[in-house]
């Protein structure tokens, strides 16, 4: 079920910080405390093989996160003592030295479990006898909330495919501007592009325009 347009679970839930600070975060009250929007990212696992390489590319992102005042936050299954040793191995041995935004530890699967993100897949044989074949980790998925809490994009991605960080750039650009004039982003829309008002008059005006 998707939960666009619904508010964010308020759940409370461990956190580390680059500095090796244990933290309490709610994404939720970070959003609307701050009046800010929060990208929240997770990924299957420390110390894997996609997951460090979509931990560099948010970092290396970040100012422009920044720009469009939108907080970056990450996440995973596993300890903050584990992120403490992921955060203190460098980069060309697999580690994520040089990250600088928190990292949800989300180990007791509460808040994963409540978005539905968690692999926990089950067989069953002829006779109904059930076998877990899940690898209890969360797949990538990725949230974009609003200042007032609300998720207004949500993405999965199953655990071999890697995000692509700009998207995320070009869809808080398009909300941000149809917060900002009230119209509506079309297809591929990027920042200082043609936008649309939702009637049917405009959108023929922007298909006429726009004819390839």
């Not at 300890?79 to 935004?101: C, D, M, P, R, S």
């Not at 949800?104 to 994963?112: E, I, K, P, V």
């Not at 900002?180 to 939702?198: F, I, L, Q, R, S």
Request: glycine share 6%; net charge negative.
């Amino acid at each position: 079920m998707s939960l666009v347009g619904r508010k964010f679970p308020s759940i409370t839930v461990d956190a580390m910080s680059e500095m090796g600070d244990d933290l309490k975060i709610n994404i939720f009250e970070e959003a609307t405390k701050n009046n800010e929007k929060i990208l929240l990212f997770w990924y299957p696992k420390d110390f894997t093989f996609v997951c460090p390489t979509e931990l560099h590319a948010f970092q290396e992102a970040l100012g422009e996160f920044e720009k469009r005042n939108t907080k970056v936050i990450g996440a995973s299954c596993d300890t903050n003592e584990v992120h403490f040793a992921w955060l203190n191995t460098a980069k060309e041995n697999g580690g994520i030295e040089g990250v600088t935004y928190p990292i949800l530890a989300d180990t007791h699967r509460q808040l994963a479990n409540t978005l539905g993100i968690v692999d926990q897949d089950f067989e069953y044989d002829e006779e109904g006898n059930e076998t877990f074949t899940g690898s209890n980790v969360t797949y990538r998925a990725t949230y974009l909330v609003d200042e007032t809490g609300k998720i207004f994009h949500e993405s999965v991605n199953d655990m071999p495919l890697g995000r692509n960080v700009k998207e995320y750039l070009r869809l808080i650009d398009a909300y941000t501007h149809v917060q900002k004039h009230g119209e509506v982003c079309p297809a591929n829309w990027e920042e200082g592009k043609d936008a649309m008002n939702a009637n049917r008059e405009s959108t023929a005006e922007y298909l006429a325009k726009h004819q390839n």
